[in-house]
């Protein structure tokens, strides 16, 4: 199971819960906005109380963390409210700490939240896909019309993770004053959302404000939308973002998806038709010769051996390895 439909939400209307996984500190609390319970992956709100310690070590879960509020020591660097890190699994982070305590968003993508210690990372984290940025400070603005067919102008974004495989972004984005759309969207992909500041409108869905929350589903209408003074919000898509517009605020999931598979068929016909015969269409899509092929280091099951000698690979973004232990009608 994905995660279900959280919408709307705000952190605001419920309690901090106490973090007693093994592996965290005392003084970290949460709020669960979004959950998988199949495989632990959830969002977070998570306040880390003044004086909290979380010693060096790594997760096994990909996981996304975002300063909301206050300032998180990482090592010997002082991080303030805007720091956005991408983590790979297995990367070991040095100590972080907080002496005021520290309002942060946590985003475990790939599992439930550990915390191994560690002052080394695992020998098979792909090292060299982390990276942070004071996304307040140090991006600048880019139009919204990065993706097209675009929002209204008013909506600008600034790119802070991409996967070039799957097209799953994270990004901030911000609503001007006086900013409004008029049209439905809904989009092949799920796509999430957290408030950092300000409030904007849905017509489906009403206000959400500062702390507000959403986990959608792909398919799921929304829009017309508005912001009256503006907000600034972290959002993320789990695939290619698409923005399929109309104006019918009745039609249903099902009726969606089928129109952008009806898309799929006006576009690429042959690509289509091949798609849905020969069942190729099976839960893990067909083969890409790219991602399975054998290479240098890698041996033919896809299984690093010279990794922990070359410290890193980054050819496989996120591993996908295909049609190892189960059959399909080829
Ligand atoms: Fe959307």
Redesign the pocket.
Known sequence: MARPHIEPFCDRDVHFKNMTLPGFSPGMRYKMLSLDTDSGACSMTVQLDAGYRQPPGFSWAERELMIVEGELRVGDRTCRKGHYFYIPPGYAMPEIATSDGCLVLMMYNTSAPSHEEATEHHPLAQTALYHDVDSYMDIPWAPGNLVKPSVASGCMIKLLNYNPISYAMTFLYFMSPAFFQDNI???DCA?ESYHLWGTSWMMQFGNLPTGGYFW?PAYIN??AFASELGCIALGRVDSKLF?HFHYNPWTTPKENRDRAAARVYQRDPLLYRWMVSHSHNHPHGPEDFEQTMARRGVDNKGEARDVAKEGHRHEHWHGVHKHEDHDHGH
């Open positions: 969207s809904y989009h796509e959608r929304h829009g923005n």
